[in-house]
Every structure is written in C-alpha cells, then in structure tokens.
C-alpha cells in the first residue's frame, strides 16, 4: 500500500493474475516441464496448470478475515484428457491442498470479476506487467470489463515491484524449502565427487557382458564425460524428490571451465598418454583391462541445484579430476584463493553491509593472492584502481536466491538507488555485472560465489598491461576456471550457511582421490 498514491489508498484493492500453462514444443502437442509462474506460486501455493488468482483487499475493514480473501480459480476435469495426462484436483482436493478463502472452476471466473465490479465500484485492479512474455498472459475478456470501466482502475505499475520487496526477504517457511532445497542438492554433488574417487581406487567395477551384451548399470558407471556427472548429479536430486533443477546444470571440464554460464556439458574430460612420472589411477578411467590412455590432471567445475517446492538451490563445486584425484601445484594455488575469496566474505557479511563492500573485498583478495604468486606485479593500489582483476573475476559476487536463481531483480538491483557507496579504491567495472546492490538486511538469502577465470576472451583485454606476468600467466591458463558457491541466510548478527557440502582442500582431495 505504501507505494500508492494516495487518491487510490482508501479504496478496495484486486489482484487479479495468470498461472502458467503447460507448455508444448514448437508447432507439436509434446508437453515440456511445467513449472509454476512464481508470483503466482508466492500468493496462492498451487502448482495447478492454467489456474487464476483473484484476490481482494478492502481497507475500510477492521477485521482481518473480512479484509482479505482469495479466491482460486483451476481448471474443470475434462473427461477427454483423462487418458492422457493427470487431472487437476476436483474442488473438494483443492480446499485440503491450498489455504484460500475460496477455490471453483475458472468457468466462473468472468461472473465472480463481473460481481466484483458492481460490488466495489471504485476497485483498483493490480496485475503483472500486461503486454510482456515475461509472464503468464491474462485472457483479453477478463481484462475488457475492467479496463473500460469509467469508475475502476487498472494498472500494472506496483504489483510486480511490490512482490519482489516483499519476497527478498524469507520468512521461517521460505528458509525452510531452501534448506531442504540445499540438502539434496549438496549431496548430489558430493554424489559426484566420490563416484570420481571410487573410480581412482579401482572400486567401480563391471560384471560380466556389462557394455556389450547388457548395458552399464548405474553402480558400473564411470565419469569421463561432462554429461555424465550431469547425469549423476540429477539422478541423485530425482532419488530424493526433487522434479526440477533450479537452472541448467553447468558442468564444465577443464578449459571450459572458464565459460561462466557454460550448459552444453557434452564434452570428455581432457586425455593424454600415459607418462612415466604421472599419478596412477590403476586404469579406472578408461573401459577395458589394458588401457592406454589417461586423463589430463584438470578441473571439473559443477554449478547445479535443485528446486524443492518452488524454492532453490545454486551451489559450484571445483573438483580435481586425474592426477589421481589431486590438484596440481598451480590448481591448487587458484582454487585455495577462491576458497580464501568466499570465506572472508563469508565471515564480513551481517545486516547493513552493502553488497559492494563484499565484491570489493573479493577483488582486494584477488590482487595481493596474485601479487603473492607472483601473477601482477606492482603497486596494489594502482592495480586496484587500473580494473584488471576484472578480467580474471568478471561477475559478481552474488545474488540474491529465492523462488528463483537469480531472484527479485527489481528489488535486489533498483534502477533508482541511493544506497551505492563511493568506491575510492577500486574500478567501475568491478560492478558491471552485480545482480545484488543493496544493503544486506535479516531474512535475505544470498550466494557467495567468487571466482577466479583463465578466460582467452578476457585476457586479451589486459594483454599490454603493465601489472600482468605473462611469462608466468602461460603456466595457469590452461586450467580454465574456479568458482565456489554456497547458499547463505542473513541473520540478525551474521550469516548462516546453508550449503552443506564441504569445499576445503583436504577434504575435497580425500574424496575426489576415492581415499574416504
């Protein structure tokens, strides 16, 4: 209510919003996965394709039970589609499932829109953005009435906007399906890394006929291609319930690691011959008992989630994947600094810190870990303020997670925002790509995921640079790329940690390696 007007304040407010439909490919009848819109999800709890929301708040009533109510409309049982496809629930199931003041037919939406404008003469109707693909379309006979009208009002200006504040920050339940959300897919990834490490020890093995006269069953499996740890992954989360990744998983080996949004995951892991001073891997890696070749010592980088009721999960994992299950000398120096990126910020977040203050640090990280390692040269200031670390970390820092990955991005990044601090020491372009420019506040669920990139495309823009080892910089940019990412709840004095799977180096080595 705040954000309106006050010639509309007093008056009774409607929402009136789509749901999703079931969509088909292209110029076909073959149904894709149907996912409900989430505003719609937020405001009523049903997953029902082709279902509306009309909902109506008058101010002028003092109790709470007069003053709201919302009505659900789903779609009426046809019997033809019976056989093809699973009914939505009758009216009785839906009053059990979704917590409204009343549900009927959609058929009787346009009668109940109908008695609503003659009841509340000078109702304001709230909708989604009207005209844009971004959201379920409302039907044209539902709107005509009301647009029309001399004595109502609708608009599409406040409700998004409004929604996206109130759905930043998470309430009790919220934080609940992300930690589930969290969960699974944390162990999903764990999955990965140590059906990796089985492999190392030589424990996956193949029974008789397996790959020739019968297929590879899922205990015979070994990882040696992109899109098979993306199997596994999503497996894992479909054992434990989960029907929907968050986003497409991006499974990247080695130079692709440095593709930030790369999903074609339909690459092999690097091979090489077999060297003489290599670390054995007893021959897992490759099918049948005399191989000749080996994996290249390489990263895998994992960036995956699931959804748990609507609600998701973005975690990335780096693995080691050859060389026995261990990094080499140089991906280790890479991924600790990252791993040293994520947990200083982990430990500066709280309520009030603004979101530039976290990427700011993670590239004041990155330039002393590179002076370190003897990558830049020079006056950390004046590498600072010169903008190249940005070629090696060119995203932000982190977004804000909710019903969606990259969630609420009116409210996480307004256009109109007096809350950006005056950099002094860094570089504009340290913020070019941030998707989360506010103070943090108790309720907010953020990722924290820093990353450090060998990108081709990005180094050529700091190729003349006056700070950069390139002599050095040749030993490094094979490896592609490292991003760690985990899931964090703002609480009233820190954050907590919803990620569960562990990231630190001995650990991570330990498993990839198959030693536990």
Known sequence: MNVLPSQLKEKPQVILLAGGRTPFRNDTDRELPFRQESNFYYLSGCSVPGSFLLALYQPEHTNNFTRISVKLSIPEIQA??????????????????????????????????????????????????????????????????????????????????????????????????????????????????????????????????AGIDRPLLPGEWLIEKEAEAEAIFVASCRREGAVHQAYLPIVAASRRAATLHYCCNDREFTWGPVKPHDHLNHGAFAHGPAPDRQLEPQVLLIDAGCEWDCYSADITRTMPVGNGGKFTEKGKQIYSLVLEMQQKSMRTLRPGVHWDTIQLLCHQILVEGFLN???????????????????????????????????????????NNATIPQDEVGHPSFYTYLRLRLPLAEGMVVTVEPGIYFHEHLLKAVEESEYVNYNLLGEYRGMGGVRLEDDVLITSDGCENLTKVRSDVEWLESVCSGKV
């Open 80 to 209: 033809a589609d019976l056989m093809w496809s699973v009914p939505p629930p009758t009216i009785e199931e839906a009053k059990q499932l979704f917590d409204v003041t009343d549900i009927a037919h959609s058929s009787e939406l346009q009668s109940t829109i109908d008695l609503l404008l003659q009841s509340h003469p000078e109702a304001v109707f709230h909708t989604l953005p009207r005209n844009s693909p971004l959201f379920p379309i409302l039907p044209e006979e539902y709107m005509a009435t009301i647009v029309t009208s001399e004595t109502h009002t609708a608009t599409d200006a406040y409700l998004l906007s409004s929604l996206h504040k109130t759905r930043l920050i998470k309430d009790e339940n919220e934080v609940r399906m992300l930690r589930h959300a969290n969960d699974i897919s944390s162990r999903a990834h764990e999955t990965v890394m140590r059906v990796l490490g089985n492999a190392v020890q030589g424990k996956i093995l193949q029974g008789k006929g």
């Open 373 to 415: 390692l003897g990558l830049f040269k020079g006056s950390k200031d004046e590498i600072l303020r010169s903008g190249i670390s940005s070629a090696f970390f060119p995203h932000g820092v982190g977004h804000s997670l909710g019903m969606d990955v990259h969630d609420v991005p009116s409210a996480s990044k307004p256009i």
